[in-house]
């Protein structure tokens, strides 16, 4: 089918294609015949394709990309494809040695229940097997800019395309050419696809410019701070007083980007990176909340049967995953990776399960009205070795977590620990991160046989992530799980303890005990979130400039000073793209 022909129709129908089959776009026909021409393989493809990776609702059209565009049959409801943005990828592809395209759109039949099931269930292989992996975070309408934001890193399916496959790049418009590039410690470069057009670059190289704020562009010997905005997830809450800073500032080393960064990094362990998975699976949505199970699974190995489950049993489909991690020797890596966030009610080592839809942002109740759970998320990950590691174990049908970890008991009180003159390095008295207030059995009194009652549970140690570093303050890096017993020999987490690293010796030292933990109420419900409002969050108008401030400066104080520097991409190719 020519391009003339799909932008006169402005539809391409492929429900005549038989199911259960491999689809690939050919893009030496698109690029250099203008024909959409689409291969059908019975077997998994041998030839070199790329993937895409996009989100079906994304940014709208905008003049300084315009074109044409096309629907595909059966999926009508998602943005259309630019057909502009579609030959670009192609080239993109070609580029990289990639003769073919893989775009979801074009390669599953929209209109086939049968084809859309088999796709999902080789979803996670089609990009692990890809030659490289093209992210298109503005959608398929449009390129967008860098300094432009995106909703790619708010959704369920776009995890699993980062980071399965074994080359990610970036494709985003872009009018001042190759480019050496640097975001923190980490170095790239922008490469030209099409002259003063559009640009590849490395995801790992745009995840952690959207951690620090800002790009870092070579220009003669001149260096050039571009803003990024791409996978941002909002402004900070203050902007300072000082000109020209009247913009308002984006939020830096944000837990969203930050947990992606995460997952990608080449110096993290498995165990920091499933962490954070769980953690970034959080903070992302799908039209289809058993997706958000479905979306990751391939990611831990594991392979579900998709028939098994219903669209809305998202709560199912996470235990029969964290069965088959654990039945693997895996760990309980999803221990408090939303610590400051209510447990489920029905398997509580889990928070509540956030609001999911097509677009959009993850939210989760609290109180009467909605809060973006990444605004709740840390941006941290754990160190086994500074104190222990996440729990192995088993998990039963009904989503109880059995193991063994080190614990202490507690009893509740009404007494504050901040009047407390205990010693900091063994505290008598704790406050949970729900403002319950507990006191702790000196562990010479505390017989951990006895299974009434509440206990502390050892989870591990947390430190902040930055792009190459560490910070190194203290961060109430000790987290432990507070426990009640709601029946014989079963417990379930009620909150979360985020004790001072003062306490790490003392905590290393708690005996170890067995526990049941899960539930309290396997059956529940879940919460209908359709009619509550978004919490709309009280900002302070300015700060003072910076250089008052305090002489104790933290990693994220500098990262978010020079974030403020950064020029919008507009300007930069005003003033340097024909130079």
Known sequence: MSLQEVERTGMVDISSCEPCRYRLIDCTALVKDGHLVIYDYEHFPAVPYAAVSYVWRGN????????????VRGAEEADPIGINVLREACVASLAREAAFLWLDRLSIMQTCKIDKKWQIREMYMMYKSCHVCIVVPGGLQRLVRLDEETQWIHRGWTLQEAVAPPDVAVLFSWKLGDRAA????????????????SALAPLALIVDASTTGSLSITHGEKTLPVEVKLFSPHSTDA?????????????????????LARIMSPELDEDMKEYSIWQSALMRTSSRPVDMVFSIMGLFGVTLDTKAFGENDRVEATIALAQSILQKGGRANWLAAAFKISPSPQVSTF??????????????????????????????YPIAAALVPAPQGTMDTQGYLHFVAKAIRLAPTTTDSSTSSSDPTRPTQVTAVDGSCWRVSDIRESNLDDACGAFAVLVGFFVGYYPGGTPSHDANNVRAMVVEQHRPNRFHVRTYLALSMKTRGWAAGWPERSFSVGGPDVGAP??????????????????NNPRSGPPDITLEDVTFRQARWAVPQKTLERDYGSK
């Open 60 to 71: 709208g059209p905008s003049p300084d990309f315009p074109g044409p565009v096309f629907s």
């Open 182 to 197: 640097r975001a923190g410690d980490t170095q790239g470069r922008l490469q030209e696809v099409t002259p003063s057009t």
């Open 239 to 259: 902007s300072y007083r000082d000109f020209p800073f009247w913009r308002p500032t984006r939020q830096v080393m944000s837990a969203n980007v930050g947990a």
């Open 351 to 380: 928070p509540v399960f956030p609001r999911t839809e097509v677009s959009g942002k993850a939210y989760v109740r609290i109180g009467d009205a909605l809060t973006e759970v990444s605004s709740l998320m840390e941006n941290e």
């Open 526 to 543: 879940g919460d209908d979130l359709r009619r509550l409002p978004v919490q709309q969050v009280s900002r302070e108008r300015f700060r």
